[in-house]
Structure formats: structure tokens, C-alpha cells
């Protein structure tokens, strides 16, 4: 410890050296020669950068920032010739910030943006993306989302230009909502409400009431736009689809004019004055809108502000509508739900259309703007796959020629093919057809290829023809007939044992024979009658007894699929909310050991990690694998926490259960 200290001291001295020189070299040489562990070397180069830091702080706090950017540049030097850790330039970046004030903040952050290439080095990116996500979280801490809207936006490009489309740290992966964004508006109403009314177009009967019966409807809005689950809740859409219509409504009722206003005078002109056109083009921004209820009817007034609230109703219903790979099976609207949406859609860019300035064009790109996050909550759906580039392509305009596969050699593919004890034919078609059955003798005796008729089923008509009761005149017999009589002797030929016999006595006629050798087999043939009294007395005393026995096994079966289906809700019983906050309380110290086992990869671990409390962060992991994994289950889980060997979570969860 004695020898890092020194050491620690020695490179201080080094370091404030080379600042003044600007010799990198020189430092390098000296650090190289006191130290030979390059381990131990890095370690003690970046204490002292740590420590000069705080008197380069001392020394340029009140002046400029060029001073700390020349120490942090010396610093990626350093990173480069391998003296110091790759993350050690963004770490002094993180204390200069935690140290000054925000303006100073604000001017050092250009240095920040200017180097982002720097950051994306693969010596850098790696070590540095955490501490640099980290140091940007902080300072949007300090900053003012009202106030310092620039300085914030700012920190968010960087980031974007930084962090790879891919990032999962920058992606809502759950699709989670800000649900601490309340908007506080008057729940009561005051002394001075007094019901108005305004004119539209100049015509004292078309009138809209600007009550608080509006006013409330109003900005109970901002409620669903919040946390648009809610409006899969019956209740909760009745009173949104009310509320909206009602709001919708009223700015249909009153239309706006394009208006400017004199920077000098203040006096309001229409589209059409020339006297004054182009002197004030800046159009006033507000962050965030005040709910006094006198305010209102202004309000109403501000194109801007209706252009915000309509595009809020459109942000809603677009999410209504898509698929979210973490949504539950129960958000989903209903038939006449998706109509009102839809005709509801149709009425807010209508309404967007016909407000200044320039209604249609700021419509067409607010659809292509929606259009571009259906993609992007596609790929979130996905999973967010990694973007890659396209193949360049060829200078000629052709698609680039795919690399030619090398054939083998057909002495190889015949040789792999007998090992395998196969057939190789040089033919698809011609191979599948010859491995169906390697043993061609096998293949020829097989029954499907016997395609010669019995012997009963070909003479069954012929026979039927010889019995005297059938009445059928000769000419008119099978047994006549050249084409009957030349199959009869190839089947018989084949099939009977009559018609090889010793005899000297030659064939007269075929159709004698053939009534001779037709006889000869319908005596070998067993009768009609014959086959149903044996059928009758080989039947078993069992089988009259048929219907009983379906109608049991009937029975029998319906009762093994209700043990089946009792079996199976058994099996998989849900895990509850209640579960998922007693588990929490139980888990919350080693909930990381859970979620690798339930399959969470590092990037969501770190997700979990940034709710404020480990209880907080258990019980989002818990839900979500509840609501998302379809094996989720209370078996599943109390058979993964005993593996765990966590066995308080396990006894609360049976006792749960039961």
C-alpha cells in the first residue's frame, strides 16, 4: 500500500509536468520506468488524474472550460497509449459536471457532443457507455424540464447519436407509463365561475357554454392520456369516450382564424393584412399549459394548444389499437369500441385540417410520424433485433452475385452414402423412391405391390350365373366372353390348385372348361349360410351385450376428461397480485437470483435495477413474467423457488394457495 502511494505521488508530480509541456511521451517514459506491472501502473495513473483534477477544478471554476477540456483530451491520449483506463475520460467528465454550476455545465456539454465519435470507439464504448448514460441521467436530474427545455433536448440528441438504434437501454421494452405525470386542476367550484358564452362566426345562437362542467371534462382528460389501460375498463370508457366527445365537440363548434399579433402595438391581424406581414414569425412556446379554469376560454383560443390536445387523442388511440407484446389479454376494445375510435380519428384530423396556420400540411406529417412508431413498436414486438446494413450495391446497378457453392464430388456422396448403408441414384426423386425400402426382393413381395384379385371376388358373378335360379341364358354368361375367359386362365394359373392336374384328355372348348374349373372352386367355396351360423356361434356372449358396454365407456370417458380438466386447472393455477406482493417483501434481497433463473437476460436485469426500491424492482420482474410467460404458474414457481432453495418464499406461497 506503502509503495501505491508513493507511486500515486510521483505520477501527480509527472502529470502536473506534462500539463504544462503537453509531452506525452515524456510521461509515458517516466510511468514505464518506475512501474513495470502494468496493472498496477493504470491503477496509480488514474488516482492521479483523479487528484490533479481537483486542482485544475480550484484553479478554472470561475474562468472558461477550455482548461478542462485540454485535461480530458490529455486524458483520451493517455487511454490510447495504454497509461490509463479506458473509462477514466468520462469519469472526469462526471465529477467536472457534479462539481460546477449549470451554466458551466451547459458550455463543457459542448465538448461532450463534439467528441461523440471518440465515445464510439471500440477502445471506449464499451467501457465508457454506462458511466456516460449515467452522467447524462444526472444531469437531467438537475435540470429543469420547464426551464432548461433546450439543455435537456440537447442531452437526449447526444444520446440518440451515441447509443446504437439496437440499445435496449434506451427503449420502454414493458411499455411502461409515467404514471407520476398528474395534472392538478380546481375539483371544486369557485364563487367566481360564472357560465360564458362564445360566439361562433358572429352568430349569437350558435353558441359553445365555457362552464366548469367543460373546464372539468376538460382536464380530466389528462388522466386517460396518462395511462390509456384505464380505457379498457368498462366504466372508465364510458366516461372517456363522454368526456371526449364533449371536448371534441367544442372545438368543432369553434373555429379559428389565423391571427398574428404586432410586436409594437399588440393589435391582432387576420391572414390577409399586409401592412404588418413577416415582422413577427416566432411563434411562442409552453412547455406545460396552467389549469385555472379563467383560462380556458384563452386556451381554447390557442391554436398551438388545441394542435396538443388533439394530437394526445390520436397518441391514445393509436396505442388502443396496436399490438403490445406486454399488454394483457384483457386490453383489448371491443367491436363497437373500435368504431368509435375510428369515426373518433377521423373527426380529430378533421379538426387538425381546419387549424392555422397551416392545418393540412402539419396533419399529413403527424399521420407520417404515427406511421413511423407502428415500425417502431413492431420492432419492439420482435424483440428489438439488431438494425444492420444493406449490402452495397454493385457499381454496374446488378444485385451482387451470391458466392458459387463448391459441388462435391459424386464419388464422395456415393461413397458417405453406402456407410449409411443408402442408396445414391444422382437423382433426388430417383434416391427417395430407392432408400423407401433398401430390399428390392422385400419390396416386390409386399402386399401393396400384389395387385392380382382373389379369386372369390373375380368368379363371384360367374358363379352367380351357373346356379339355374338366376335364369341367365348362355350367350349371356361370363364364361363366353374372349376377354372373361383369357384373365380367368391367367388367374387360375396363378391362384387355383385345379388347373394343373394329370389328365390326357385336351381342352374341347374354353367355356366348358372354364364352368368346369368355376364349379370346382364354388365347392371349395364355404356357403352363404354356412359363414353366418359360424359367424353367429364364434360370436362371443360378450358382444350382445354391445350397447351396454359403449354406453360405460362412454361414461367412463367423460369422467377421465372432467379428472383431466380438474387436473389441469389444478396444474396451472394463476399467480395473483397479492402473491406477487408477498413474494416481493419475502425476495426483495435476492430477487437477481430469481430472475437469471426465469430466464432474464442481463440488459432486463438492469431495467428491474432502476425502480427505486428492491421491493419495487421484485415485484416489476414478477408481474411481468406473471402477465408475459406462458408457463407462468404457481406450481412452475414453487418448483423453480425449491430449487433455489428459497423455502420461506415457497411456504408463503403455498400457504397462498391453499
Known sequence: MANFEVLRKDYSNHLADCLKTSDISEFQEKCVAECTNEIERKSAVDQALRDTLLSVLSENLTGTVAALESYVTLTIELCRTDLASPSMPVMLLSDMFDAMTLDKCEQLFTYVENNVTVWKEDLFFNGCKNHLLRMCNDLLRRLSRSQQTVFCGRILLFLAKFFPFSERSGVNIVSEFNLDNHTEFGTDKTETDVTEAMEVDGKEDSKIQIDYNLYRKFWALQDFFRNPNQCYNKVHWKIFSAHAGNV????????????????????????GDTATEGVHKET??????????KLLELQLSDSNFRRYVLLQFLILFQYLNSTVKFKSETHELKPDQVDWVKSTTDQV?????ETPPDGPAFAEVVKNILKREEHWNSWKNEGCPEFKRPAPESADGDEPRKPKRLRRR????????????????????LTKLWNLCPN???????????FLPSLETYFEEAIMQLDPDSMVEDEYKKVNDGNFGWRALRLLARRSPHFFVHGNCPISK???????MIKKIAKDRPQQSDIKQEAEETTPPEANDQEFNEDVLKQESETVEAENTDNKARKFNPVSM???EKLSEVLKEDWEKLAT??????????????????????KTMLQIWAEADEDASVENLVYILEGLNFEKAVAVLKHKND
Open 248 to 271: 371534441l365537440s367544442a372545438f368543432s363548434s369553434f373555429k379559428l382564424e389565423e391571427q398574428r399579433a404586432c410586436p409594437t402595438t399588440g393589435v391582432k391581424e387576420t391572414k
Open 284 to 293: 411562442p412556446y409552453f412547455a406545460k399549459y396552467l389549469t385555472n379554469q
Open 349 to 353: 384530423y378533421a379538426l387538425l385540417v
Open 410 to 429: 459424386i464419388g464422395d456422396v456415393v461413397r458417405d452414402a453406402q456407410r449409411a448403408g443408402k442408396f445414391c441414384m444422382g437423382n433426388p426423386e
Open 440 to 450: 428390392n426382393l422385400k419390396a416386390c413381395k409386399s402386399k401393396e405391390r400384389d
Open 510 to 516: 374354353l367355356p366348358e372348361y372354364l364352368e368346369l
Open 578 to 580: 397479492e402473491m406477487i
Open 597 to 618: 433463473k426465469l430466464g432474464y437476460d442481463s440488459g432486463e436485469i438492469e431495467f428491474f435495477q432502476g425502480k427505486p426500491t428492491q421491493y419495487e424492482q421484485c
